[in-house]
């Protein structure tokens, strides 16, 4: 069966400093990759996605950026944290391309900037 | 006009109700449904997913899609304490590459033993 994981759960940065968030999926070859950022109350917002190493594709303009070393490792980035990029930071993969397969998700990483 | 609609409640029900959760869309592209259940400080979980019209049932939960209508939702049978959570519903066109998702905005729903 196919996993995800997210690592870490909380994290607690000031503003300024450097992000660096990782998310990787076991089980399955060449997955598609997505970041969301889900603030308090509201829905999902997807940032970036990816359908293949080196891959990326952004979703809204931000601070934030996202890189594909391996097949099934996602990396979500920030040179110099905003206040605004506080919030619940989720993974989730698709099983290939084309196949109309639904997404799953990690745990999630919640964000608080100082 | 949002491309999904979603009542973000609180919806709150005593413990063995019948639940139901509702979505709205407007964009007839849309051909497979996702009801995710999202506990608090935890990623949301895939509890359904749908192509066709109809009904999808699963245990206590039932998923029904009218394509016609733009309209899905998602019932609970005997509602549990422990179904207390965030529901989100999303769906996605055909055959895409990019798998992205759309989601509606979650209803809470509480149940009250």
């Known amino acids: 069966s196919q996993t995800i994981h997210q690592w870490p759960a909380t994290l607690v940065q000031p503003v300024g400093s450097p992000l660096s968030l990782e998310c990787t999926v076991e089980?399955?070859?060449?997955?598609?990759l997505y970041w969301y950022r889900q603030a308090a109350g509201r829905g999902l917002q997807l940032l970036f996605y990816?359908?293949?190493?080196?891959?990326i594709s952004s979703e809204v303009p931000q601070n934030l950026s996202a890189s594909r070393p391996q097949d099934r490792q996602f990396i979500l980035s920030s040179k110099k944290l905003l206040l605004s990029d506080s919030g619940f930071y989720l993974c989730?993969?698709?099983?290939?391309?084309?196949?109309?397969?639904?997404?799953?998700f990690g745990d999630g990483t919640r964000l608080s900037i100082l | 006009q949002k491309e999904v609609e979603q009542d973000p409640g609180p919806l709150s029900v005593p413990e063995g109700a019948i639940v139901s959760l509702n979505c709205t869309y407007s964009?007839?592209?849309?051909?497979?449904f996702m009801w995710y259940r999202q506990y608090s400080r935890k990623g949301p979980e895939l509890l359904m997913y749908?192509?066709?019209?109809g009904n999808k049932e699963d245990g206590r939960f039932t998923a029904q899609v009218d394509k016609s209508s733009k309209y899905i939702s998602l019932f609970i049978r005997d509602s549990q304490p422990s179904d207390s959570a965030t529901y989100l519903c999303?769906?996605?066109?055909?055959?895409?590459?990019?798998?992205?998702?759309?989601f509606g905005q979650g209803t809470t729903l509480q149940v009250k033993p």
């Open positions: 989730a993969f698709r099983k290939g391309s084309y196949s109309n397969q639904p997404q799953h």
């Open positions: 999303a769906m996605t066109r055909i055959s895409s590459n990019t798998g992205k998702l759309i």
């Open positions: 089980g399955t070859s060449n997955p598609n």
């Open positions: 964009n007839s592209a849309f051909q497979y």
């Open positions: 990816s359908v293949g190493i080196g891959q």
């Open positions: 749908t192509y066709s019209s």
